[in-house]
């Protein structure tokens, strides 16, 4: 990093051990794939382009500071011809 650059960071906690619930994700959604599931390591605290989104845990950053990103899925996925091998795995 470096003065002026623009950087997100976490802080990780390799160590926490928690279960998955979509209420804890920060996210809008009223569901997670990952309910309920056991899992070791949680993100502490995230910052966003110099400023707090998340502190120990907790939301405290703005709603609106985020950016869209425009994303499109491999015509492979959509057609559901796409095989996971360790050939198409990225290197």
């Known amino acids: ?3 002026g650059a ?3 960071i976490v802080v990780f906690d390799p160590s926490r051990t928690w279960t998955v619930d979509h ?3 920060h996210m809008s959604g009223g569901y ?6 056991e899992v070791t390591g949680k993100v502490r605290t995230t910052i ?3 400023s707090v989104l998340v502190e120990d845990g907790a939301f405290v950053g703005s709603r609106t500071d985020g950016r869209w ?4 899925m491999l015509p492979e996925v959509l057609s559901g011809d796409f095989a996971f091998s360790s ?3 990225p290197a």
């Not at 997670?32 to 599931?37: A, I, K, L, M, N």
């Not at 990103?69 to 499109?72: D, F, G, I, L, V």
């Open 1 to 3: 990093m470096a003065a």
């Open 32 to 37: 997670s794939c990952w309910d309920g599931w």
């Open 69 to 72: 990103q425009p994303r499109t």
């Open 48 to 50: 966003l382009r110099g």
């Open 6 to 8: 623009d950087a997100d």
């Open 23 to 25: 209420r804890e994700l």
């Open 87 to 89: 050939e198409a795995a």
